[in-house]
């Protein structure tokens, strides 16, 4: 079901889900086929995504592996595993004019925390995004294609932190806190980077199942 957000908005927006990282923390296996009570991370991210935006892009490495999804499948220009270029290939590679990008390891992705995201889209802000203090939240945040320039003039440089664009872009920082009522404990945050985490959040799904 449309939540009809979309259609309110006056900006329109892809979603971009990067699915290229090395995943060597997680002993080479790739985090998007990563599964929880029976479903793939990247499914249950979808999911979440398709009520919300008519456009989804995945960024990957290798995008025939992804070749039974019935989507659009960009990859990186620049030759380095970084979050940043992920976020320019799919600011390269939409029609819409913003995108919320996302990784493919966070499997509690809440629809509630994206819409909060998209409210905060406005033609005097480059990048929305959650902040907790000084730290940024880059990869549940929405990216205005006037990013795209600066991030590739950054890559070209081999500047390959997210955080160097913030001070030269005009940001929107929404805190934690407001996004508590929609997911109060924040796992839309989460990311699964190791073994241990993923035990964590197969942990965490059985106690939301046995509420």
Do not use: W
Not at 126 to 132: F, G, M, N, Y
């Amino acid at each position: 079901m449309n939540t009809g957000l979309q259609n309110n908005m006056p900006y329109n927006c892809a979603a971009v889900v990067l699915c290229g990282g090395r995943n060597s923390r997680m002993q080479a296996r790739n985090k998007a086929f990563l599964t929880i009570d029976g479903r793939r991370f990247l499914d249950r991210i979808l999911d979440v995504l398709r009520p919300r935006f008519s456009e989804i892009l995945l960024v990957a490495k290798t995008p025939a592996i992804y070749a039974e999804y019935d989507l659009k499948i960009a990859t990186d220009r620049f030759a380095v595993f970084s979050t940043l270029a992920g976020i320019h290939a799919g600011l390269s590679n939409i029609n819409s004019d913003h995108a919320f990008c996302v990784g493919c390891d966070t499997p509690f992705l809440n629809p509630g925390v994206i819409d909060i995201l998209l409210e905060g889209v406005d033609r005097k802000t480059d990048i929305v995004l959650p902040t907790s203090g000084s730290y940024f939240q880059p990869l549940c945040a929405v990216y205005s294609k006037n990013c795209a320039e600066l991030i590739e003039t950054h890559l070209s440089r081999k500047i390959l932190q997210v955080n160097q664009l913030f001070p030269k872009l005009r940001l929107k920082q929404i805190p934690y806190d407001r996004f508590r009522k929609a997911d109060p404990d924040l796992l839309s945050f989460f990311n699964v980077n190791t073994p241990q985490d993923l035990a964590q959040v197969i942990k965490l799904s059985k106690k939301r199942f046995d509420r």
